[in-house]
Structures are given as C-alpha cells and as structure tokens.
C-alpha cells in the first residue's frame, strides 16, 4: 500500500482532520531594551527576551524587581530576533 497509516486512516474514515504542519514554527523571539519612562530621560533598565512588547514588560517586571503599582511606567522597544 502507498501512502502513511494516517493517509489511509483519512480515506477510510473520510473526515478526519489535516495532520499538524511540521512548517508551523513557534512565534518569534525578539530582544528588549526595558526602559522606566519615570523622568525626563528615561532610565535604562534592561533586556529581555520575548516574542511580543507585552510579555516582554511583565519579564522585565519579574526579573528586575519591578513592583505592579511601578510597572505601568516601563516601556519596551524591540531591538532585534533573536535566533533560538
């Protein structure tokens, strides 16, 4: 017979779904540059790695102390992917 168990699983059964793409790659990870924008310059915090701004400021919160009343002032700018 030609063709992978699951090829004829699907002709036998007819609706089962498309397996997982092995294309289908995990989302990106960029580096941060954290900054807190308390004053007039802002003050260089760190980097972090993340795949978006969002979690990249709530890793920066966690691994640099930053409490959760303070983490509204902490802006991130991306700078570059990081390759895995």
Do not use: C
Not at 58 to 79: C, H, M, P, S, T
């Amino acid at each position: 017979m030609k063709g992978s168990d699951w090829e004829r699983q699907r002709l036998i059964i007819g609706t089962m779904p498309e397996p997982p793409s092995a294309s289908i790659a995990a989302a990106p990870l960029y580096e941060w540059r954290i900054i807190r924008l308390r004053g007039t310059p802002g003050t260089f915090v760190g980097y972090v790695n993340a795949p978006d701004q969002e979690q990249a400021i709530q890793k920066a919160a966690e691994n640099f102390g930053i409490v959760e009343e303070d983490r509204w002032q902490l802006g991130a700018y991306k700078v570059r992917e990081v390759q895995p």
